[in-house]
């Protein structure tokens, strides 16, 4: 089966990437369906990743903290990140699981603090770091177009990164 760029979510991509020129970033060959990789563009660092659907791209950002999420842990569409485990649903764009520092999801709605089972509860310290915990909001995934041609994969790259 020939590998084709996923169908994302309508309103989801990138500033700045709808109109943007693509550039080769990566050999297929290079990204087996089920492997995610982060590739750099200029000052953009990039999380490609093979779905069963199709090949993705986003920023190599959690939409939470902005921890790398290319050394989490990619299980179907979900990749989970490795800082405060909030998992990420690459095919809807959407939050799967907030993050244990609780805060804000997509829409606004607050979500408490939480601590995975076996742990100690986690206690919210007061002051800023509370503060800063309760207003991050966790945003939704921006996709950059992707596109094949010929055996490399093509990623759409706005100008101010490059
Ligand atoms: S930085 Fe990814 S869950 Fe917090």
Known sequence: MATIPF????GLTAPGAADAPF????????LPEGTMRRVTAGELDLLLVHLAGGIV??????????????????????????????????CTGEPERM???????????????W????????????????EARRLTRVRRFRYYPVRIVGDRIEVAVPAAWR
């Open 57 to 90: 791209a986003v920023d190599d950002r959690c939409p939470h903290m902005s921890a790398p999420l290319s050394i989490g842990e990619l299980d179907g569409c979900v990749v989970g990140c490795p800082l405060h485990e909030g998992r990420f649903d690459l």
């Open 115 to 130: 601590s995975p089972a076996g742990r100690e509860p986690k206690v919210d310290p007061p002051g800023k770091k509370a």
């Open 23 to 30: 550039a080769a970033l990566l050999a297929v060959a290079d």
């Open 99 to 113: 993050p244990t520092t609780g805060g804000l999801d997509p829409d606004g709605a607050y979500h408490p603090t």
């Open 7 to 10: 169908p994302y979510p309508d």
